[in-house]
């Protein structure tokens, strides 16, 4: 995905996810997925990420709970972008996003949607909102490594 | 009538221009945290440049400045609520203040089944301390209903009272939907069943007369810096007859008169009891220069004008399609609303797009959803120096609230 796609087709974007999520859901056999709840003392956010690996891929991913549309709409796109993928792709993945947001270098071969959230700096004190969910994943990743 | 546009000119905030995001700052989160004229940062370097020394420790000169300073602080507290100068205590917030009450007192007054009465729209500062007092006596705390506005009525607090009620713990004025609560009814019906009250001044005091005798509290905490002052300072009113059999919460340097190898102590009496530790001076110095500021401008004054202003903000918010606003009726100089389709975080954050600073969230009343039926809402609030060229420009823009992504790609 392109980082000209137009601010009009960026809006739609975060729109879509936030009045449709996909991932939005608390799995009925939870306990096979590793978990991690996340909450913002400044934003409402208050959400849970569910992560399903198996032989070092994520097979499924998703998150529930209450969000901002920022937050809503960034962990939904997350969901769809690290599912198949491998932990190691799926961090190298979350790490270009932290960079994006935080207006460093980074490689957008591999960020698609979540491209849409490249200007939230410029509402700095969301910057928190578009990571919550991504902080929650790569918690996870560095905790199944830890585990094993 | 107060002259807003005059008053801002003894403001750094609104003298030196400040933008935010490109837009001319327009200040509407005054129930968090209030501007400070120049009299008060002039009051802060003031102790550091000419005055600096610590108070009650030495025999020089500017020791006792410092102790004056502290003294007369003291004193003009005690004029704004009323209260004798040895009933107010120097602490570093409202927090603080109401954490005295729960340490001091209630931790060795309540027992196993008693009951502390407070309220869901009670801010975090006036419930966690005595969920915590509840954990550590046993205890119980009970919820008084609110009415379908929201407000807290003494009818239904007479109703949740008991001969269990040992202590009552409401704001005066609620930091959420700005609603004045009955504070004397309340402690009178209190004292016929033994209990004692507690008072949170935090959006009462730097608004309105509050005369801790007329009211017949027994505690009143609130913050300088909601009053124009620094933040770190606080006061913990204490009446004079309670005063004396609470033990002190913090000890150490500056709250005894000597102590001995066997553990015997003799405190300080009265507020200082309360006030180990090297206390915040330059803050003092600054709530000073506050004090006299609001003093000068005159409490009945501010609440006239706030409560002409805030009468204005209602009748322009409610044309803005779509607009639910939460406290349409409530006396004090706070809009809570939300606008139909937008995540209150989301319209919070367009607005600092536009350079207006506002409020969002649960506002520390993490309970209030409850009754409110929504998880965040906005929060507009005012002080004696809003205009209503500011309710206007935010009136304006959230006209245009549903373009709420503008914050990321206009």
């Known amino acids: ?148 | 009538m107060l002259d807003s546009y005059k008053i801002r000119k003894e403001f750094p905030m609104f003298t030196n221009k400040i933008k935010m995001q490109g837009h001319d700052l327009v200040f509407l989160d005054n129930a968090s945290t209030t501007f400070k004229p120049k009299c008060v940062v002039d009051a802060i370097n003031r102790y550091y440049e000419f005055e600096t020394s610590n108070s009650h420790r030495g025999d020089y000169d500017l020791c006792y400045n410092a102790d004056q300073k502290i003294a007369e602080t003291r004193k003009l507290v005690a004029e704004l609520i009323n209260a004798k100068p040895e009933e107010c205590i120097f602490t570093s917030g409202t927090t603080a203040s109401i954490n005295i009450v729960a340490y001091a007192y209630a931790l060795n007054n309540l027992n196993k089944d008693d009951e502390i009465l407070i309220s869901l729209e009670e801010h975090a500062s006036n419930t966690l301390p005595w969920f915590e007092i509840s954990k550590k006596t046993g205890c119980r705390i009970k919820y008084v209903e609110l009415d379908n506005e929201g407000r807290i009525t003494l009818e239904n607090v007479k109703k949740a009272i008991s001969n269990k009620t040992k202590l009552i713990a409401l704001a005066q004025v609620g930091n959420v939907l700005g609603y004045e609560t009955d504070i004397k009814g309340i402690a009178k019906a209190a004292h016929e069943v033994g209990a004692v009250v507690s008072c949170d001044g935090a959006q009462s005091v730097p608004h309105m007369k509050v005369d801790v005798k007329d009211l017949d509290v027994d505690f009143l905490s609130f913050s300088a810096h909601k009053m124009c002052g620094p933040t770190g300072v606080g006061i913990l009113y204490v009446k004079e007859e309670i005063m004396d059999k609470l033990d002190p919460v913090f000890v150490g340097g500056g709250n005894n008169v000597n102590f001995a190898p066997e553990a015997n102590v003799n405190y300080l009496k009265g507020p200082e009891m309360f006030e180990a530790g090297t206390l915040n001076i330059e803050g003092i110095y600054g709530f000073n220069a506050a004090l006299k500021f609001i003093k000068e401008i005159g409490i009945e004054n501010i609440t006239e004008y706030e409560r002409n202003l805030r009468r204005y903000a209602v009748k322009r918010l409610i044309e803005v399609e779509g607009l639910t606003l939460y406290n349409e009726t409530a006396e004090a100089g706070i809009l809570t609303f939300n606008l139909k389709g937008v995540f209150a975080q989301d319209l919070g954050t367009y607005l600092n797009a536009k350079g207006i600073a506002v409020r969002t969230g649960q506002h520390c009343a993490k309970m209030l959803p409850i009754f409110l039926g929504t998880p965040a809402t906005v929060r507009a609030s005012i002080y004696f120096y809003t205009t209503k060229e500011e309710i206007d420009c935010l009136v304006e823009t959230l006209k245009t609230g549903g373009n709420f992504l503008d914050a990321y790609f206009a």
């Open chain 1, 1 to 148: 995905m392109p980082i000209s796609l137009s601010p009009q087709m960026m809006r739609q974007i975060i729109m879509d996810h936030y009045e449709n999520p996909q991932y939005k859901k608390t799995p009925a056999n939870k306990e096979a997925f590793e978990t991690l709840h996340m909450a913002s003392a400044n934003c409402i956010d208050d959400i849970n990420v569910y992560a399903l690996v198996k032989d070092n891929i994520i097979k499924e991913c998703y998150w529930d709970g209450v969000a901002c549309t920022i937050s809503t709409s960034s962990t939904d796109i997350m969901c769809g972008l690290v599912i198949g993928k491998s932990l190691e792709d799926a961090k190298y993945i979350i790490d270009q996003y932290n960079h994006m947001i935080h207006e460093e270098e980074f490689d957008e071969s591999v960020l698609d949607e979540s491209i849409v959230f490249v200007n939230t700096a410029k509402q700095a004190a969301r910057i928190k909102c578009a990571t919550i969910g991504w902080d929650a994943l790569e918690d996870i990743i560095c905790n199944h490594h830890h585990e094993k």
